[in-house]
């Protein structure tokens, strides 16, 4: 694939804040929860469990959203599905369907078990977009560029040929131990871009893409 940093033949993407947006679900809960009347039942519910504080102190503090400390605190809590279902972010359906059409080598490491995602991934019919979907139940998890290499000889792909995609420093470092080129993307959370693009920068990625269409633009040369 020939992007505006040059081709490459594999593309390896995170799954949660760069492709699948749950983190969403979650914040438009805690913001109805806040309101002094709620809209949901949900909200409601969480509003007299008196987590509300103890999330408001995660979600707004100077450092990534950690989508799995917020489901393990709300599944203790019995909320384990959302009003608002978590999806792609918008636009990212159309970028890997027009990345597939090209041709593109495709693969996903995500933070979470490797079933959990082919799952969601199924769902959406996605699947069949990635060679390789690895999780953090399938050996070194990030950022033990262990994965990477074993993705890159699945592939038959050398580093320098190979593009990592995605929004937390985890990523970059995972990468840059790798030895492969590397993509930010800052759109997860939608209060806190100043604190994305400062935990990405210093490991100097090709570019930070501060949207799903700065992005689609940055791989599409378009």
């Not at 983190?23 to 987590?51: C, R, Y």
């Not at 102190?57 to 100077?62: E, G, L, N, S, V």
């Amino acid at each position: 694939m020939i992007t505006s940093f040059g081709s490459f033949d594999l593309i390896i993407f995170d799954w949660d804040g760069t492709l699948f947006d749950s983190v969403s679900p979650i914040i438009d809960l805690f913001l109805d929860a806040k309101k002094e009347q709620p809209e949901s039942t949900q909200g409601e519910a969480l509003k007299e469990s008196g987590m509300v504080p103890v999330l408001d102190q995660i979600i707004t503090a100077d450092h990534a959203v950690q989508v799995n400390d917020l489901k393990m605190l709300l599944n203790l809590e019995g909320f384990t599905t959302f009003r608002k279902p978590a999806t792609l972010y918008a636009g990212i359906a159309e970028l890997l369907e027009q990345l597939w059409s090209s041709g593109q080598k495709m693969a996903v490491v995500a933070g979470r078990a490797q079933a959990e995602v082919l799952a969601e991934m199924r769902t959406l019919n996605i699947d069949h977009y990635f060679f390789s979907v690895v999780g953090s139940d399938q050996g070194p998890v990030k950022p033990n560029p262990a994965i990477i290499h074993a993705i890159l000889a699945l592939a038959e792909c050398v580093p320098n040929r190979a593009l990592m995609i995605g929004d937390s420093a985890m990523d970059m470092e995972m990468a840059t131990l790798a030895r492969i080129s590397m993509l930010g993307t800052a759109y997860v959370t939608r209060d806190h871009e100043e604190y994305c693009l400062k935990r990405l920068e210093p490991w100097q990625p090709l570019a930070i893409a501060e949207s799903v269409d700065e992005l689609s633009q940055f791989l599409l040369g378009h």
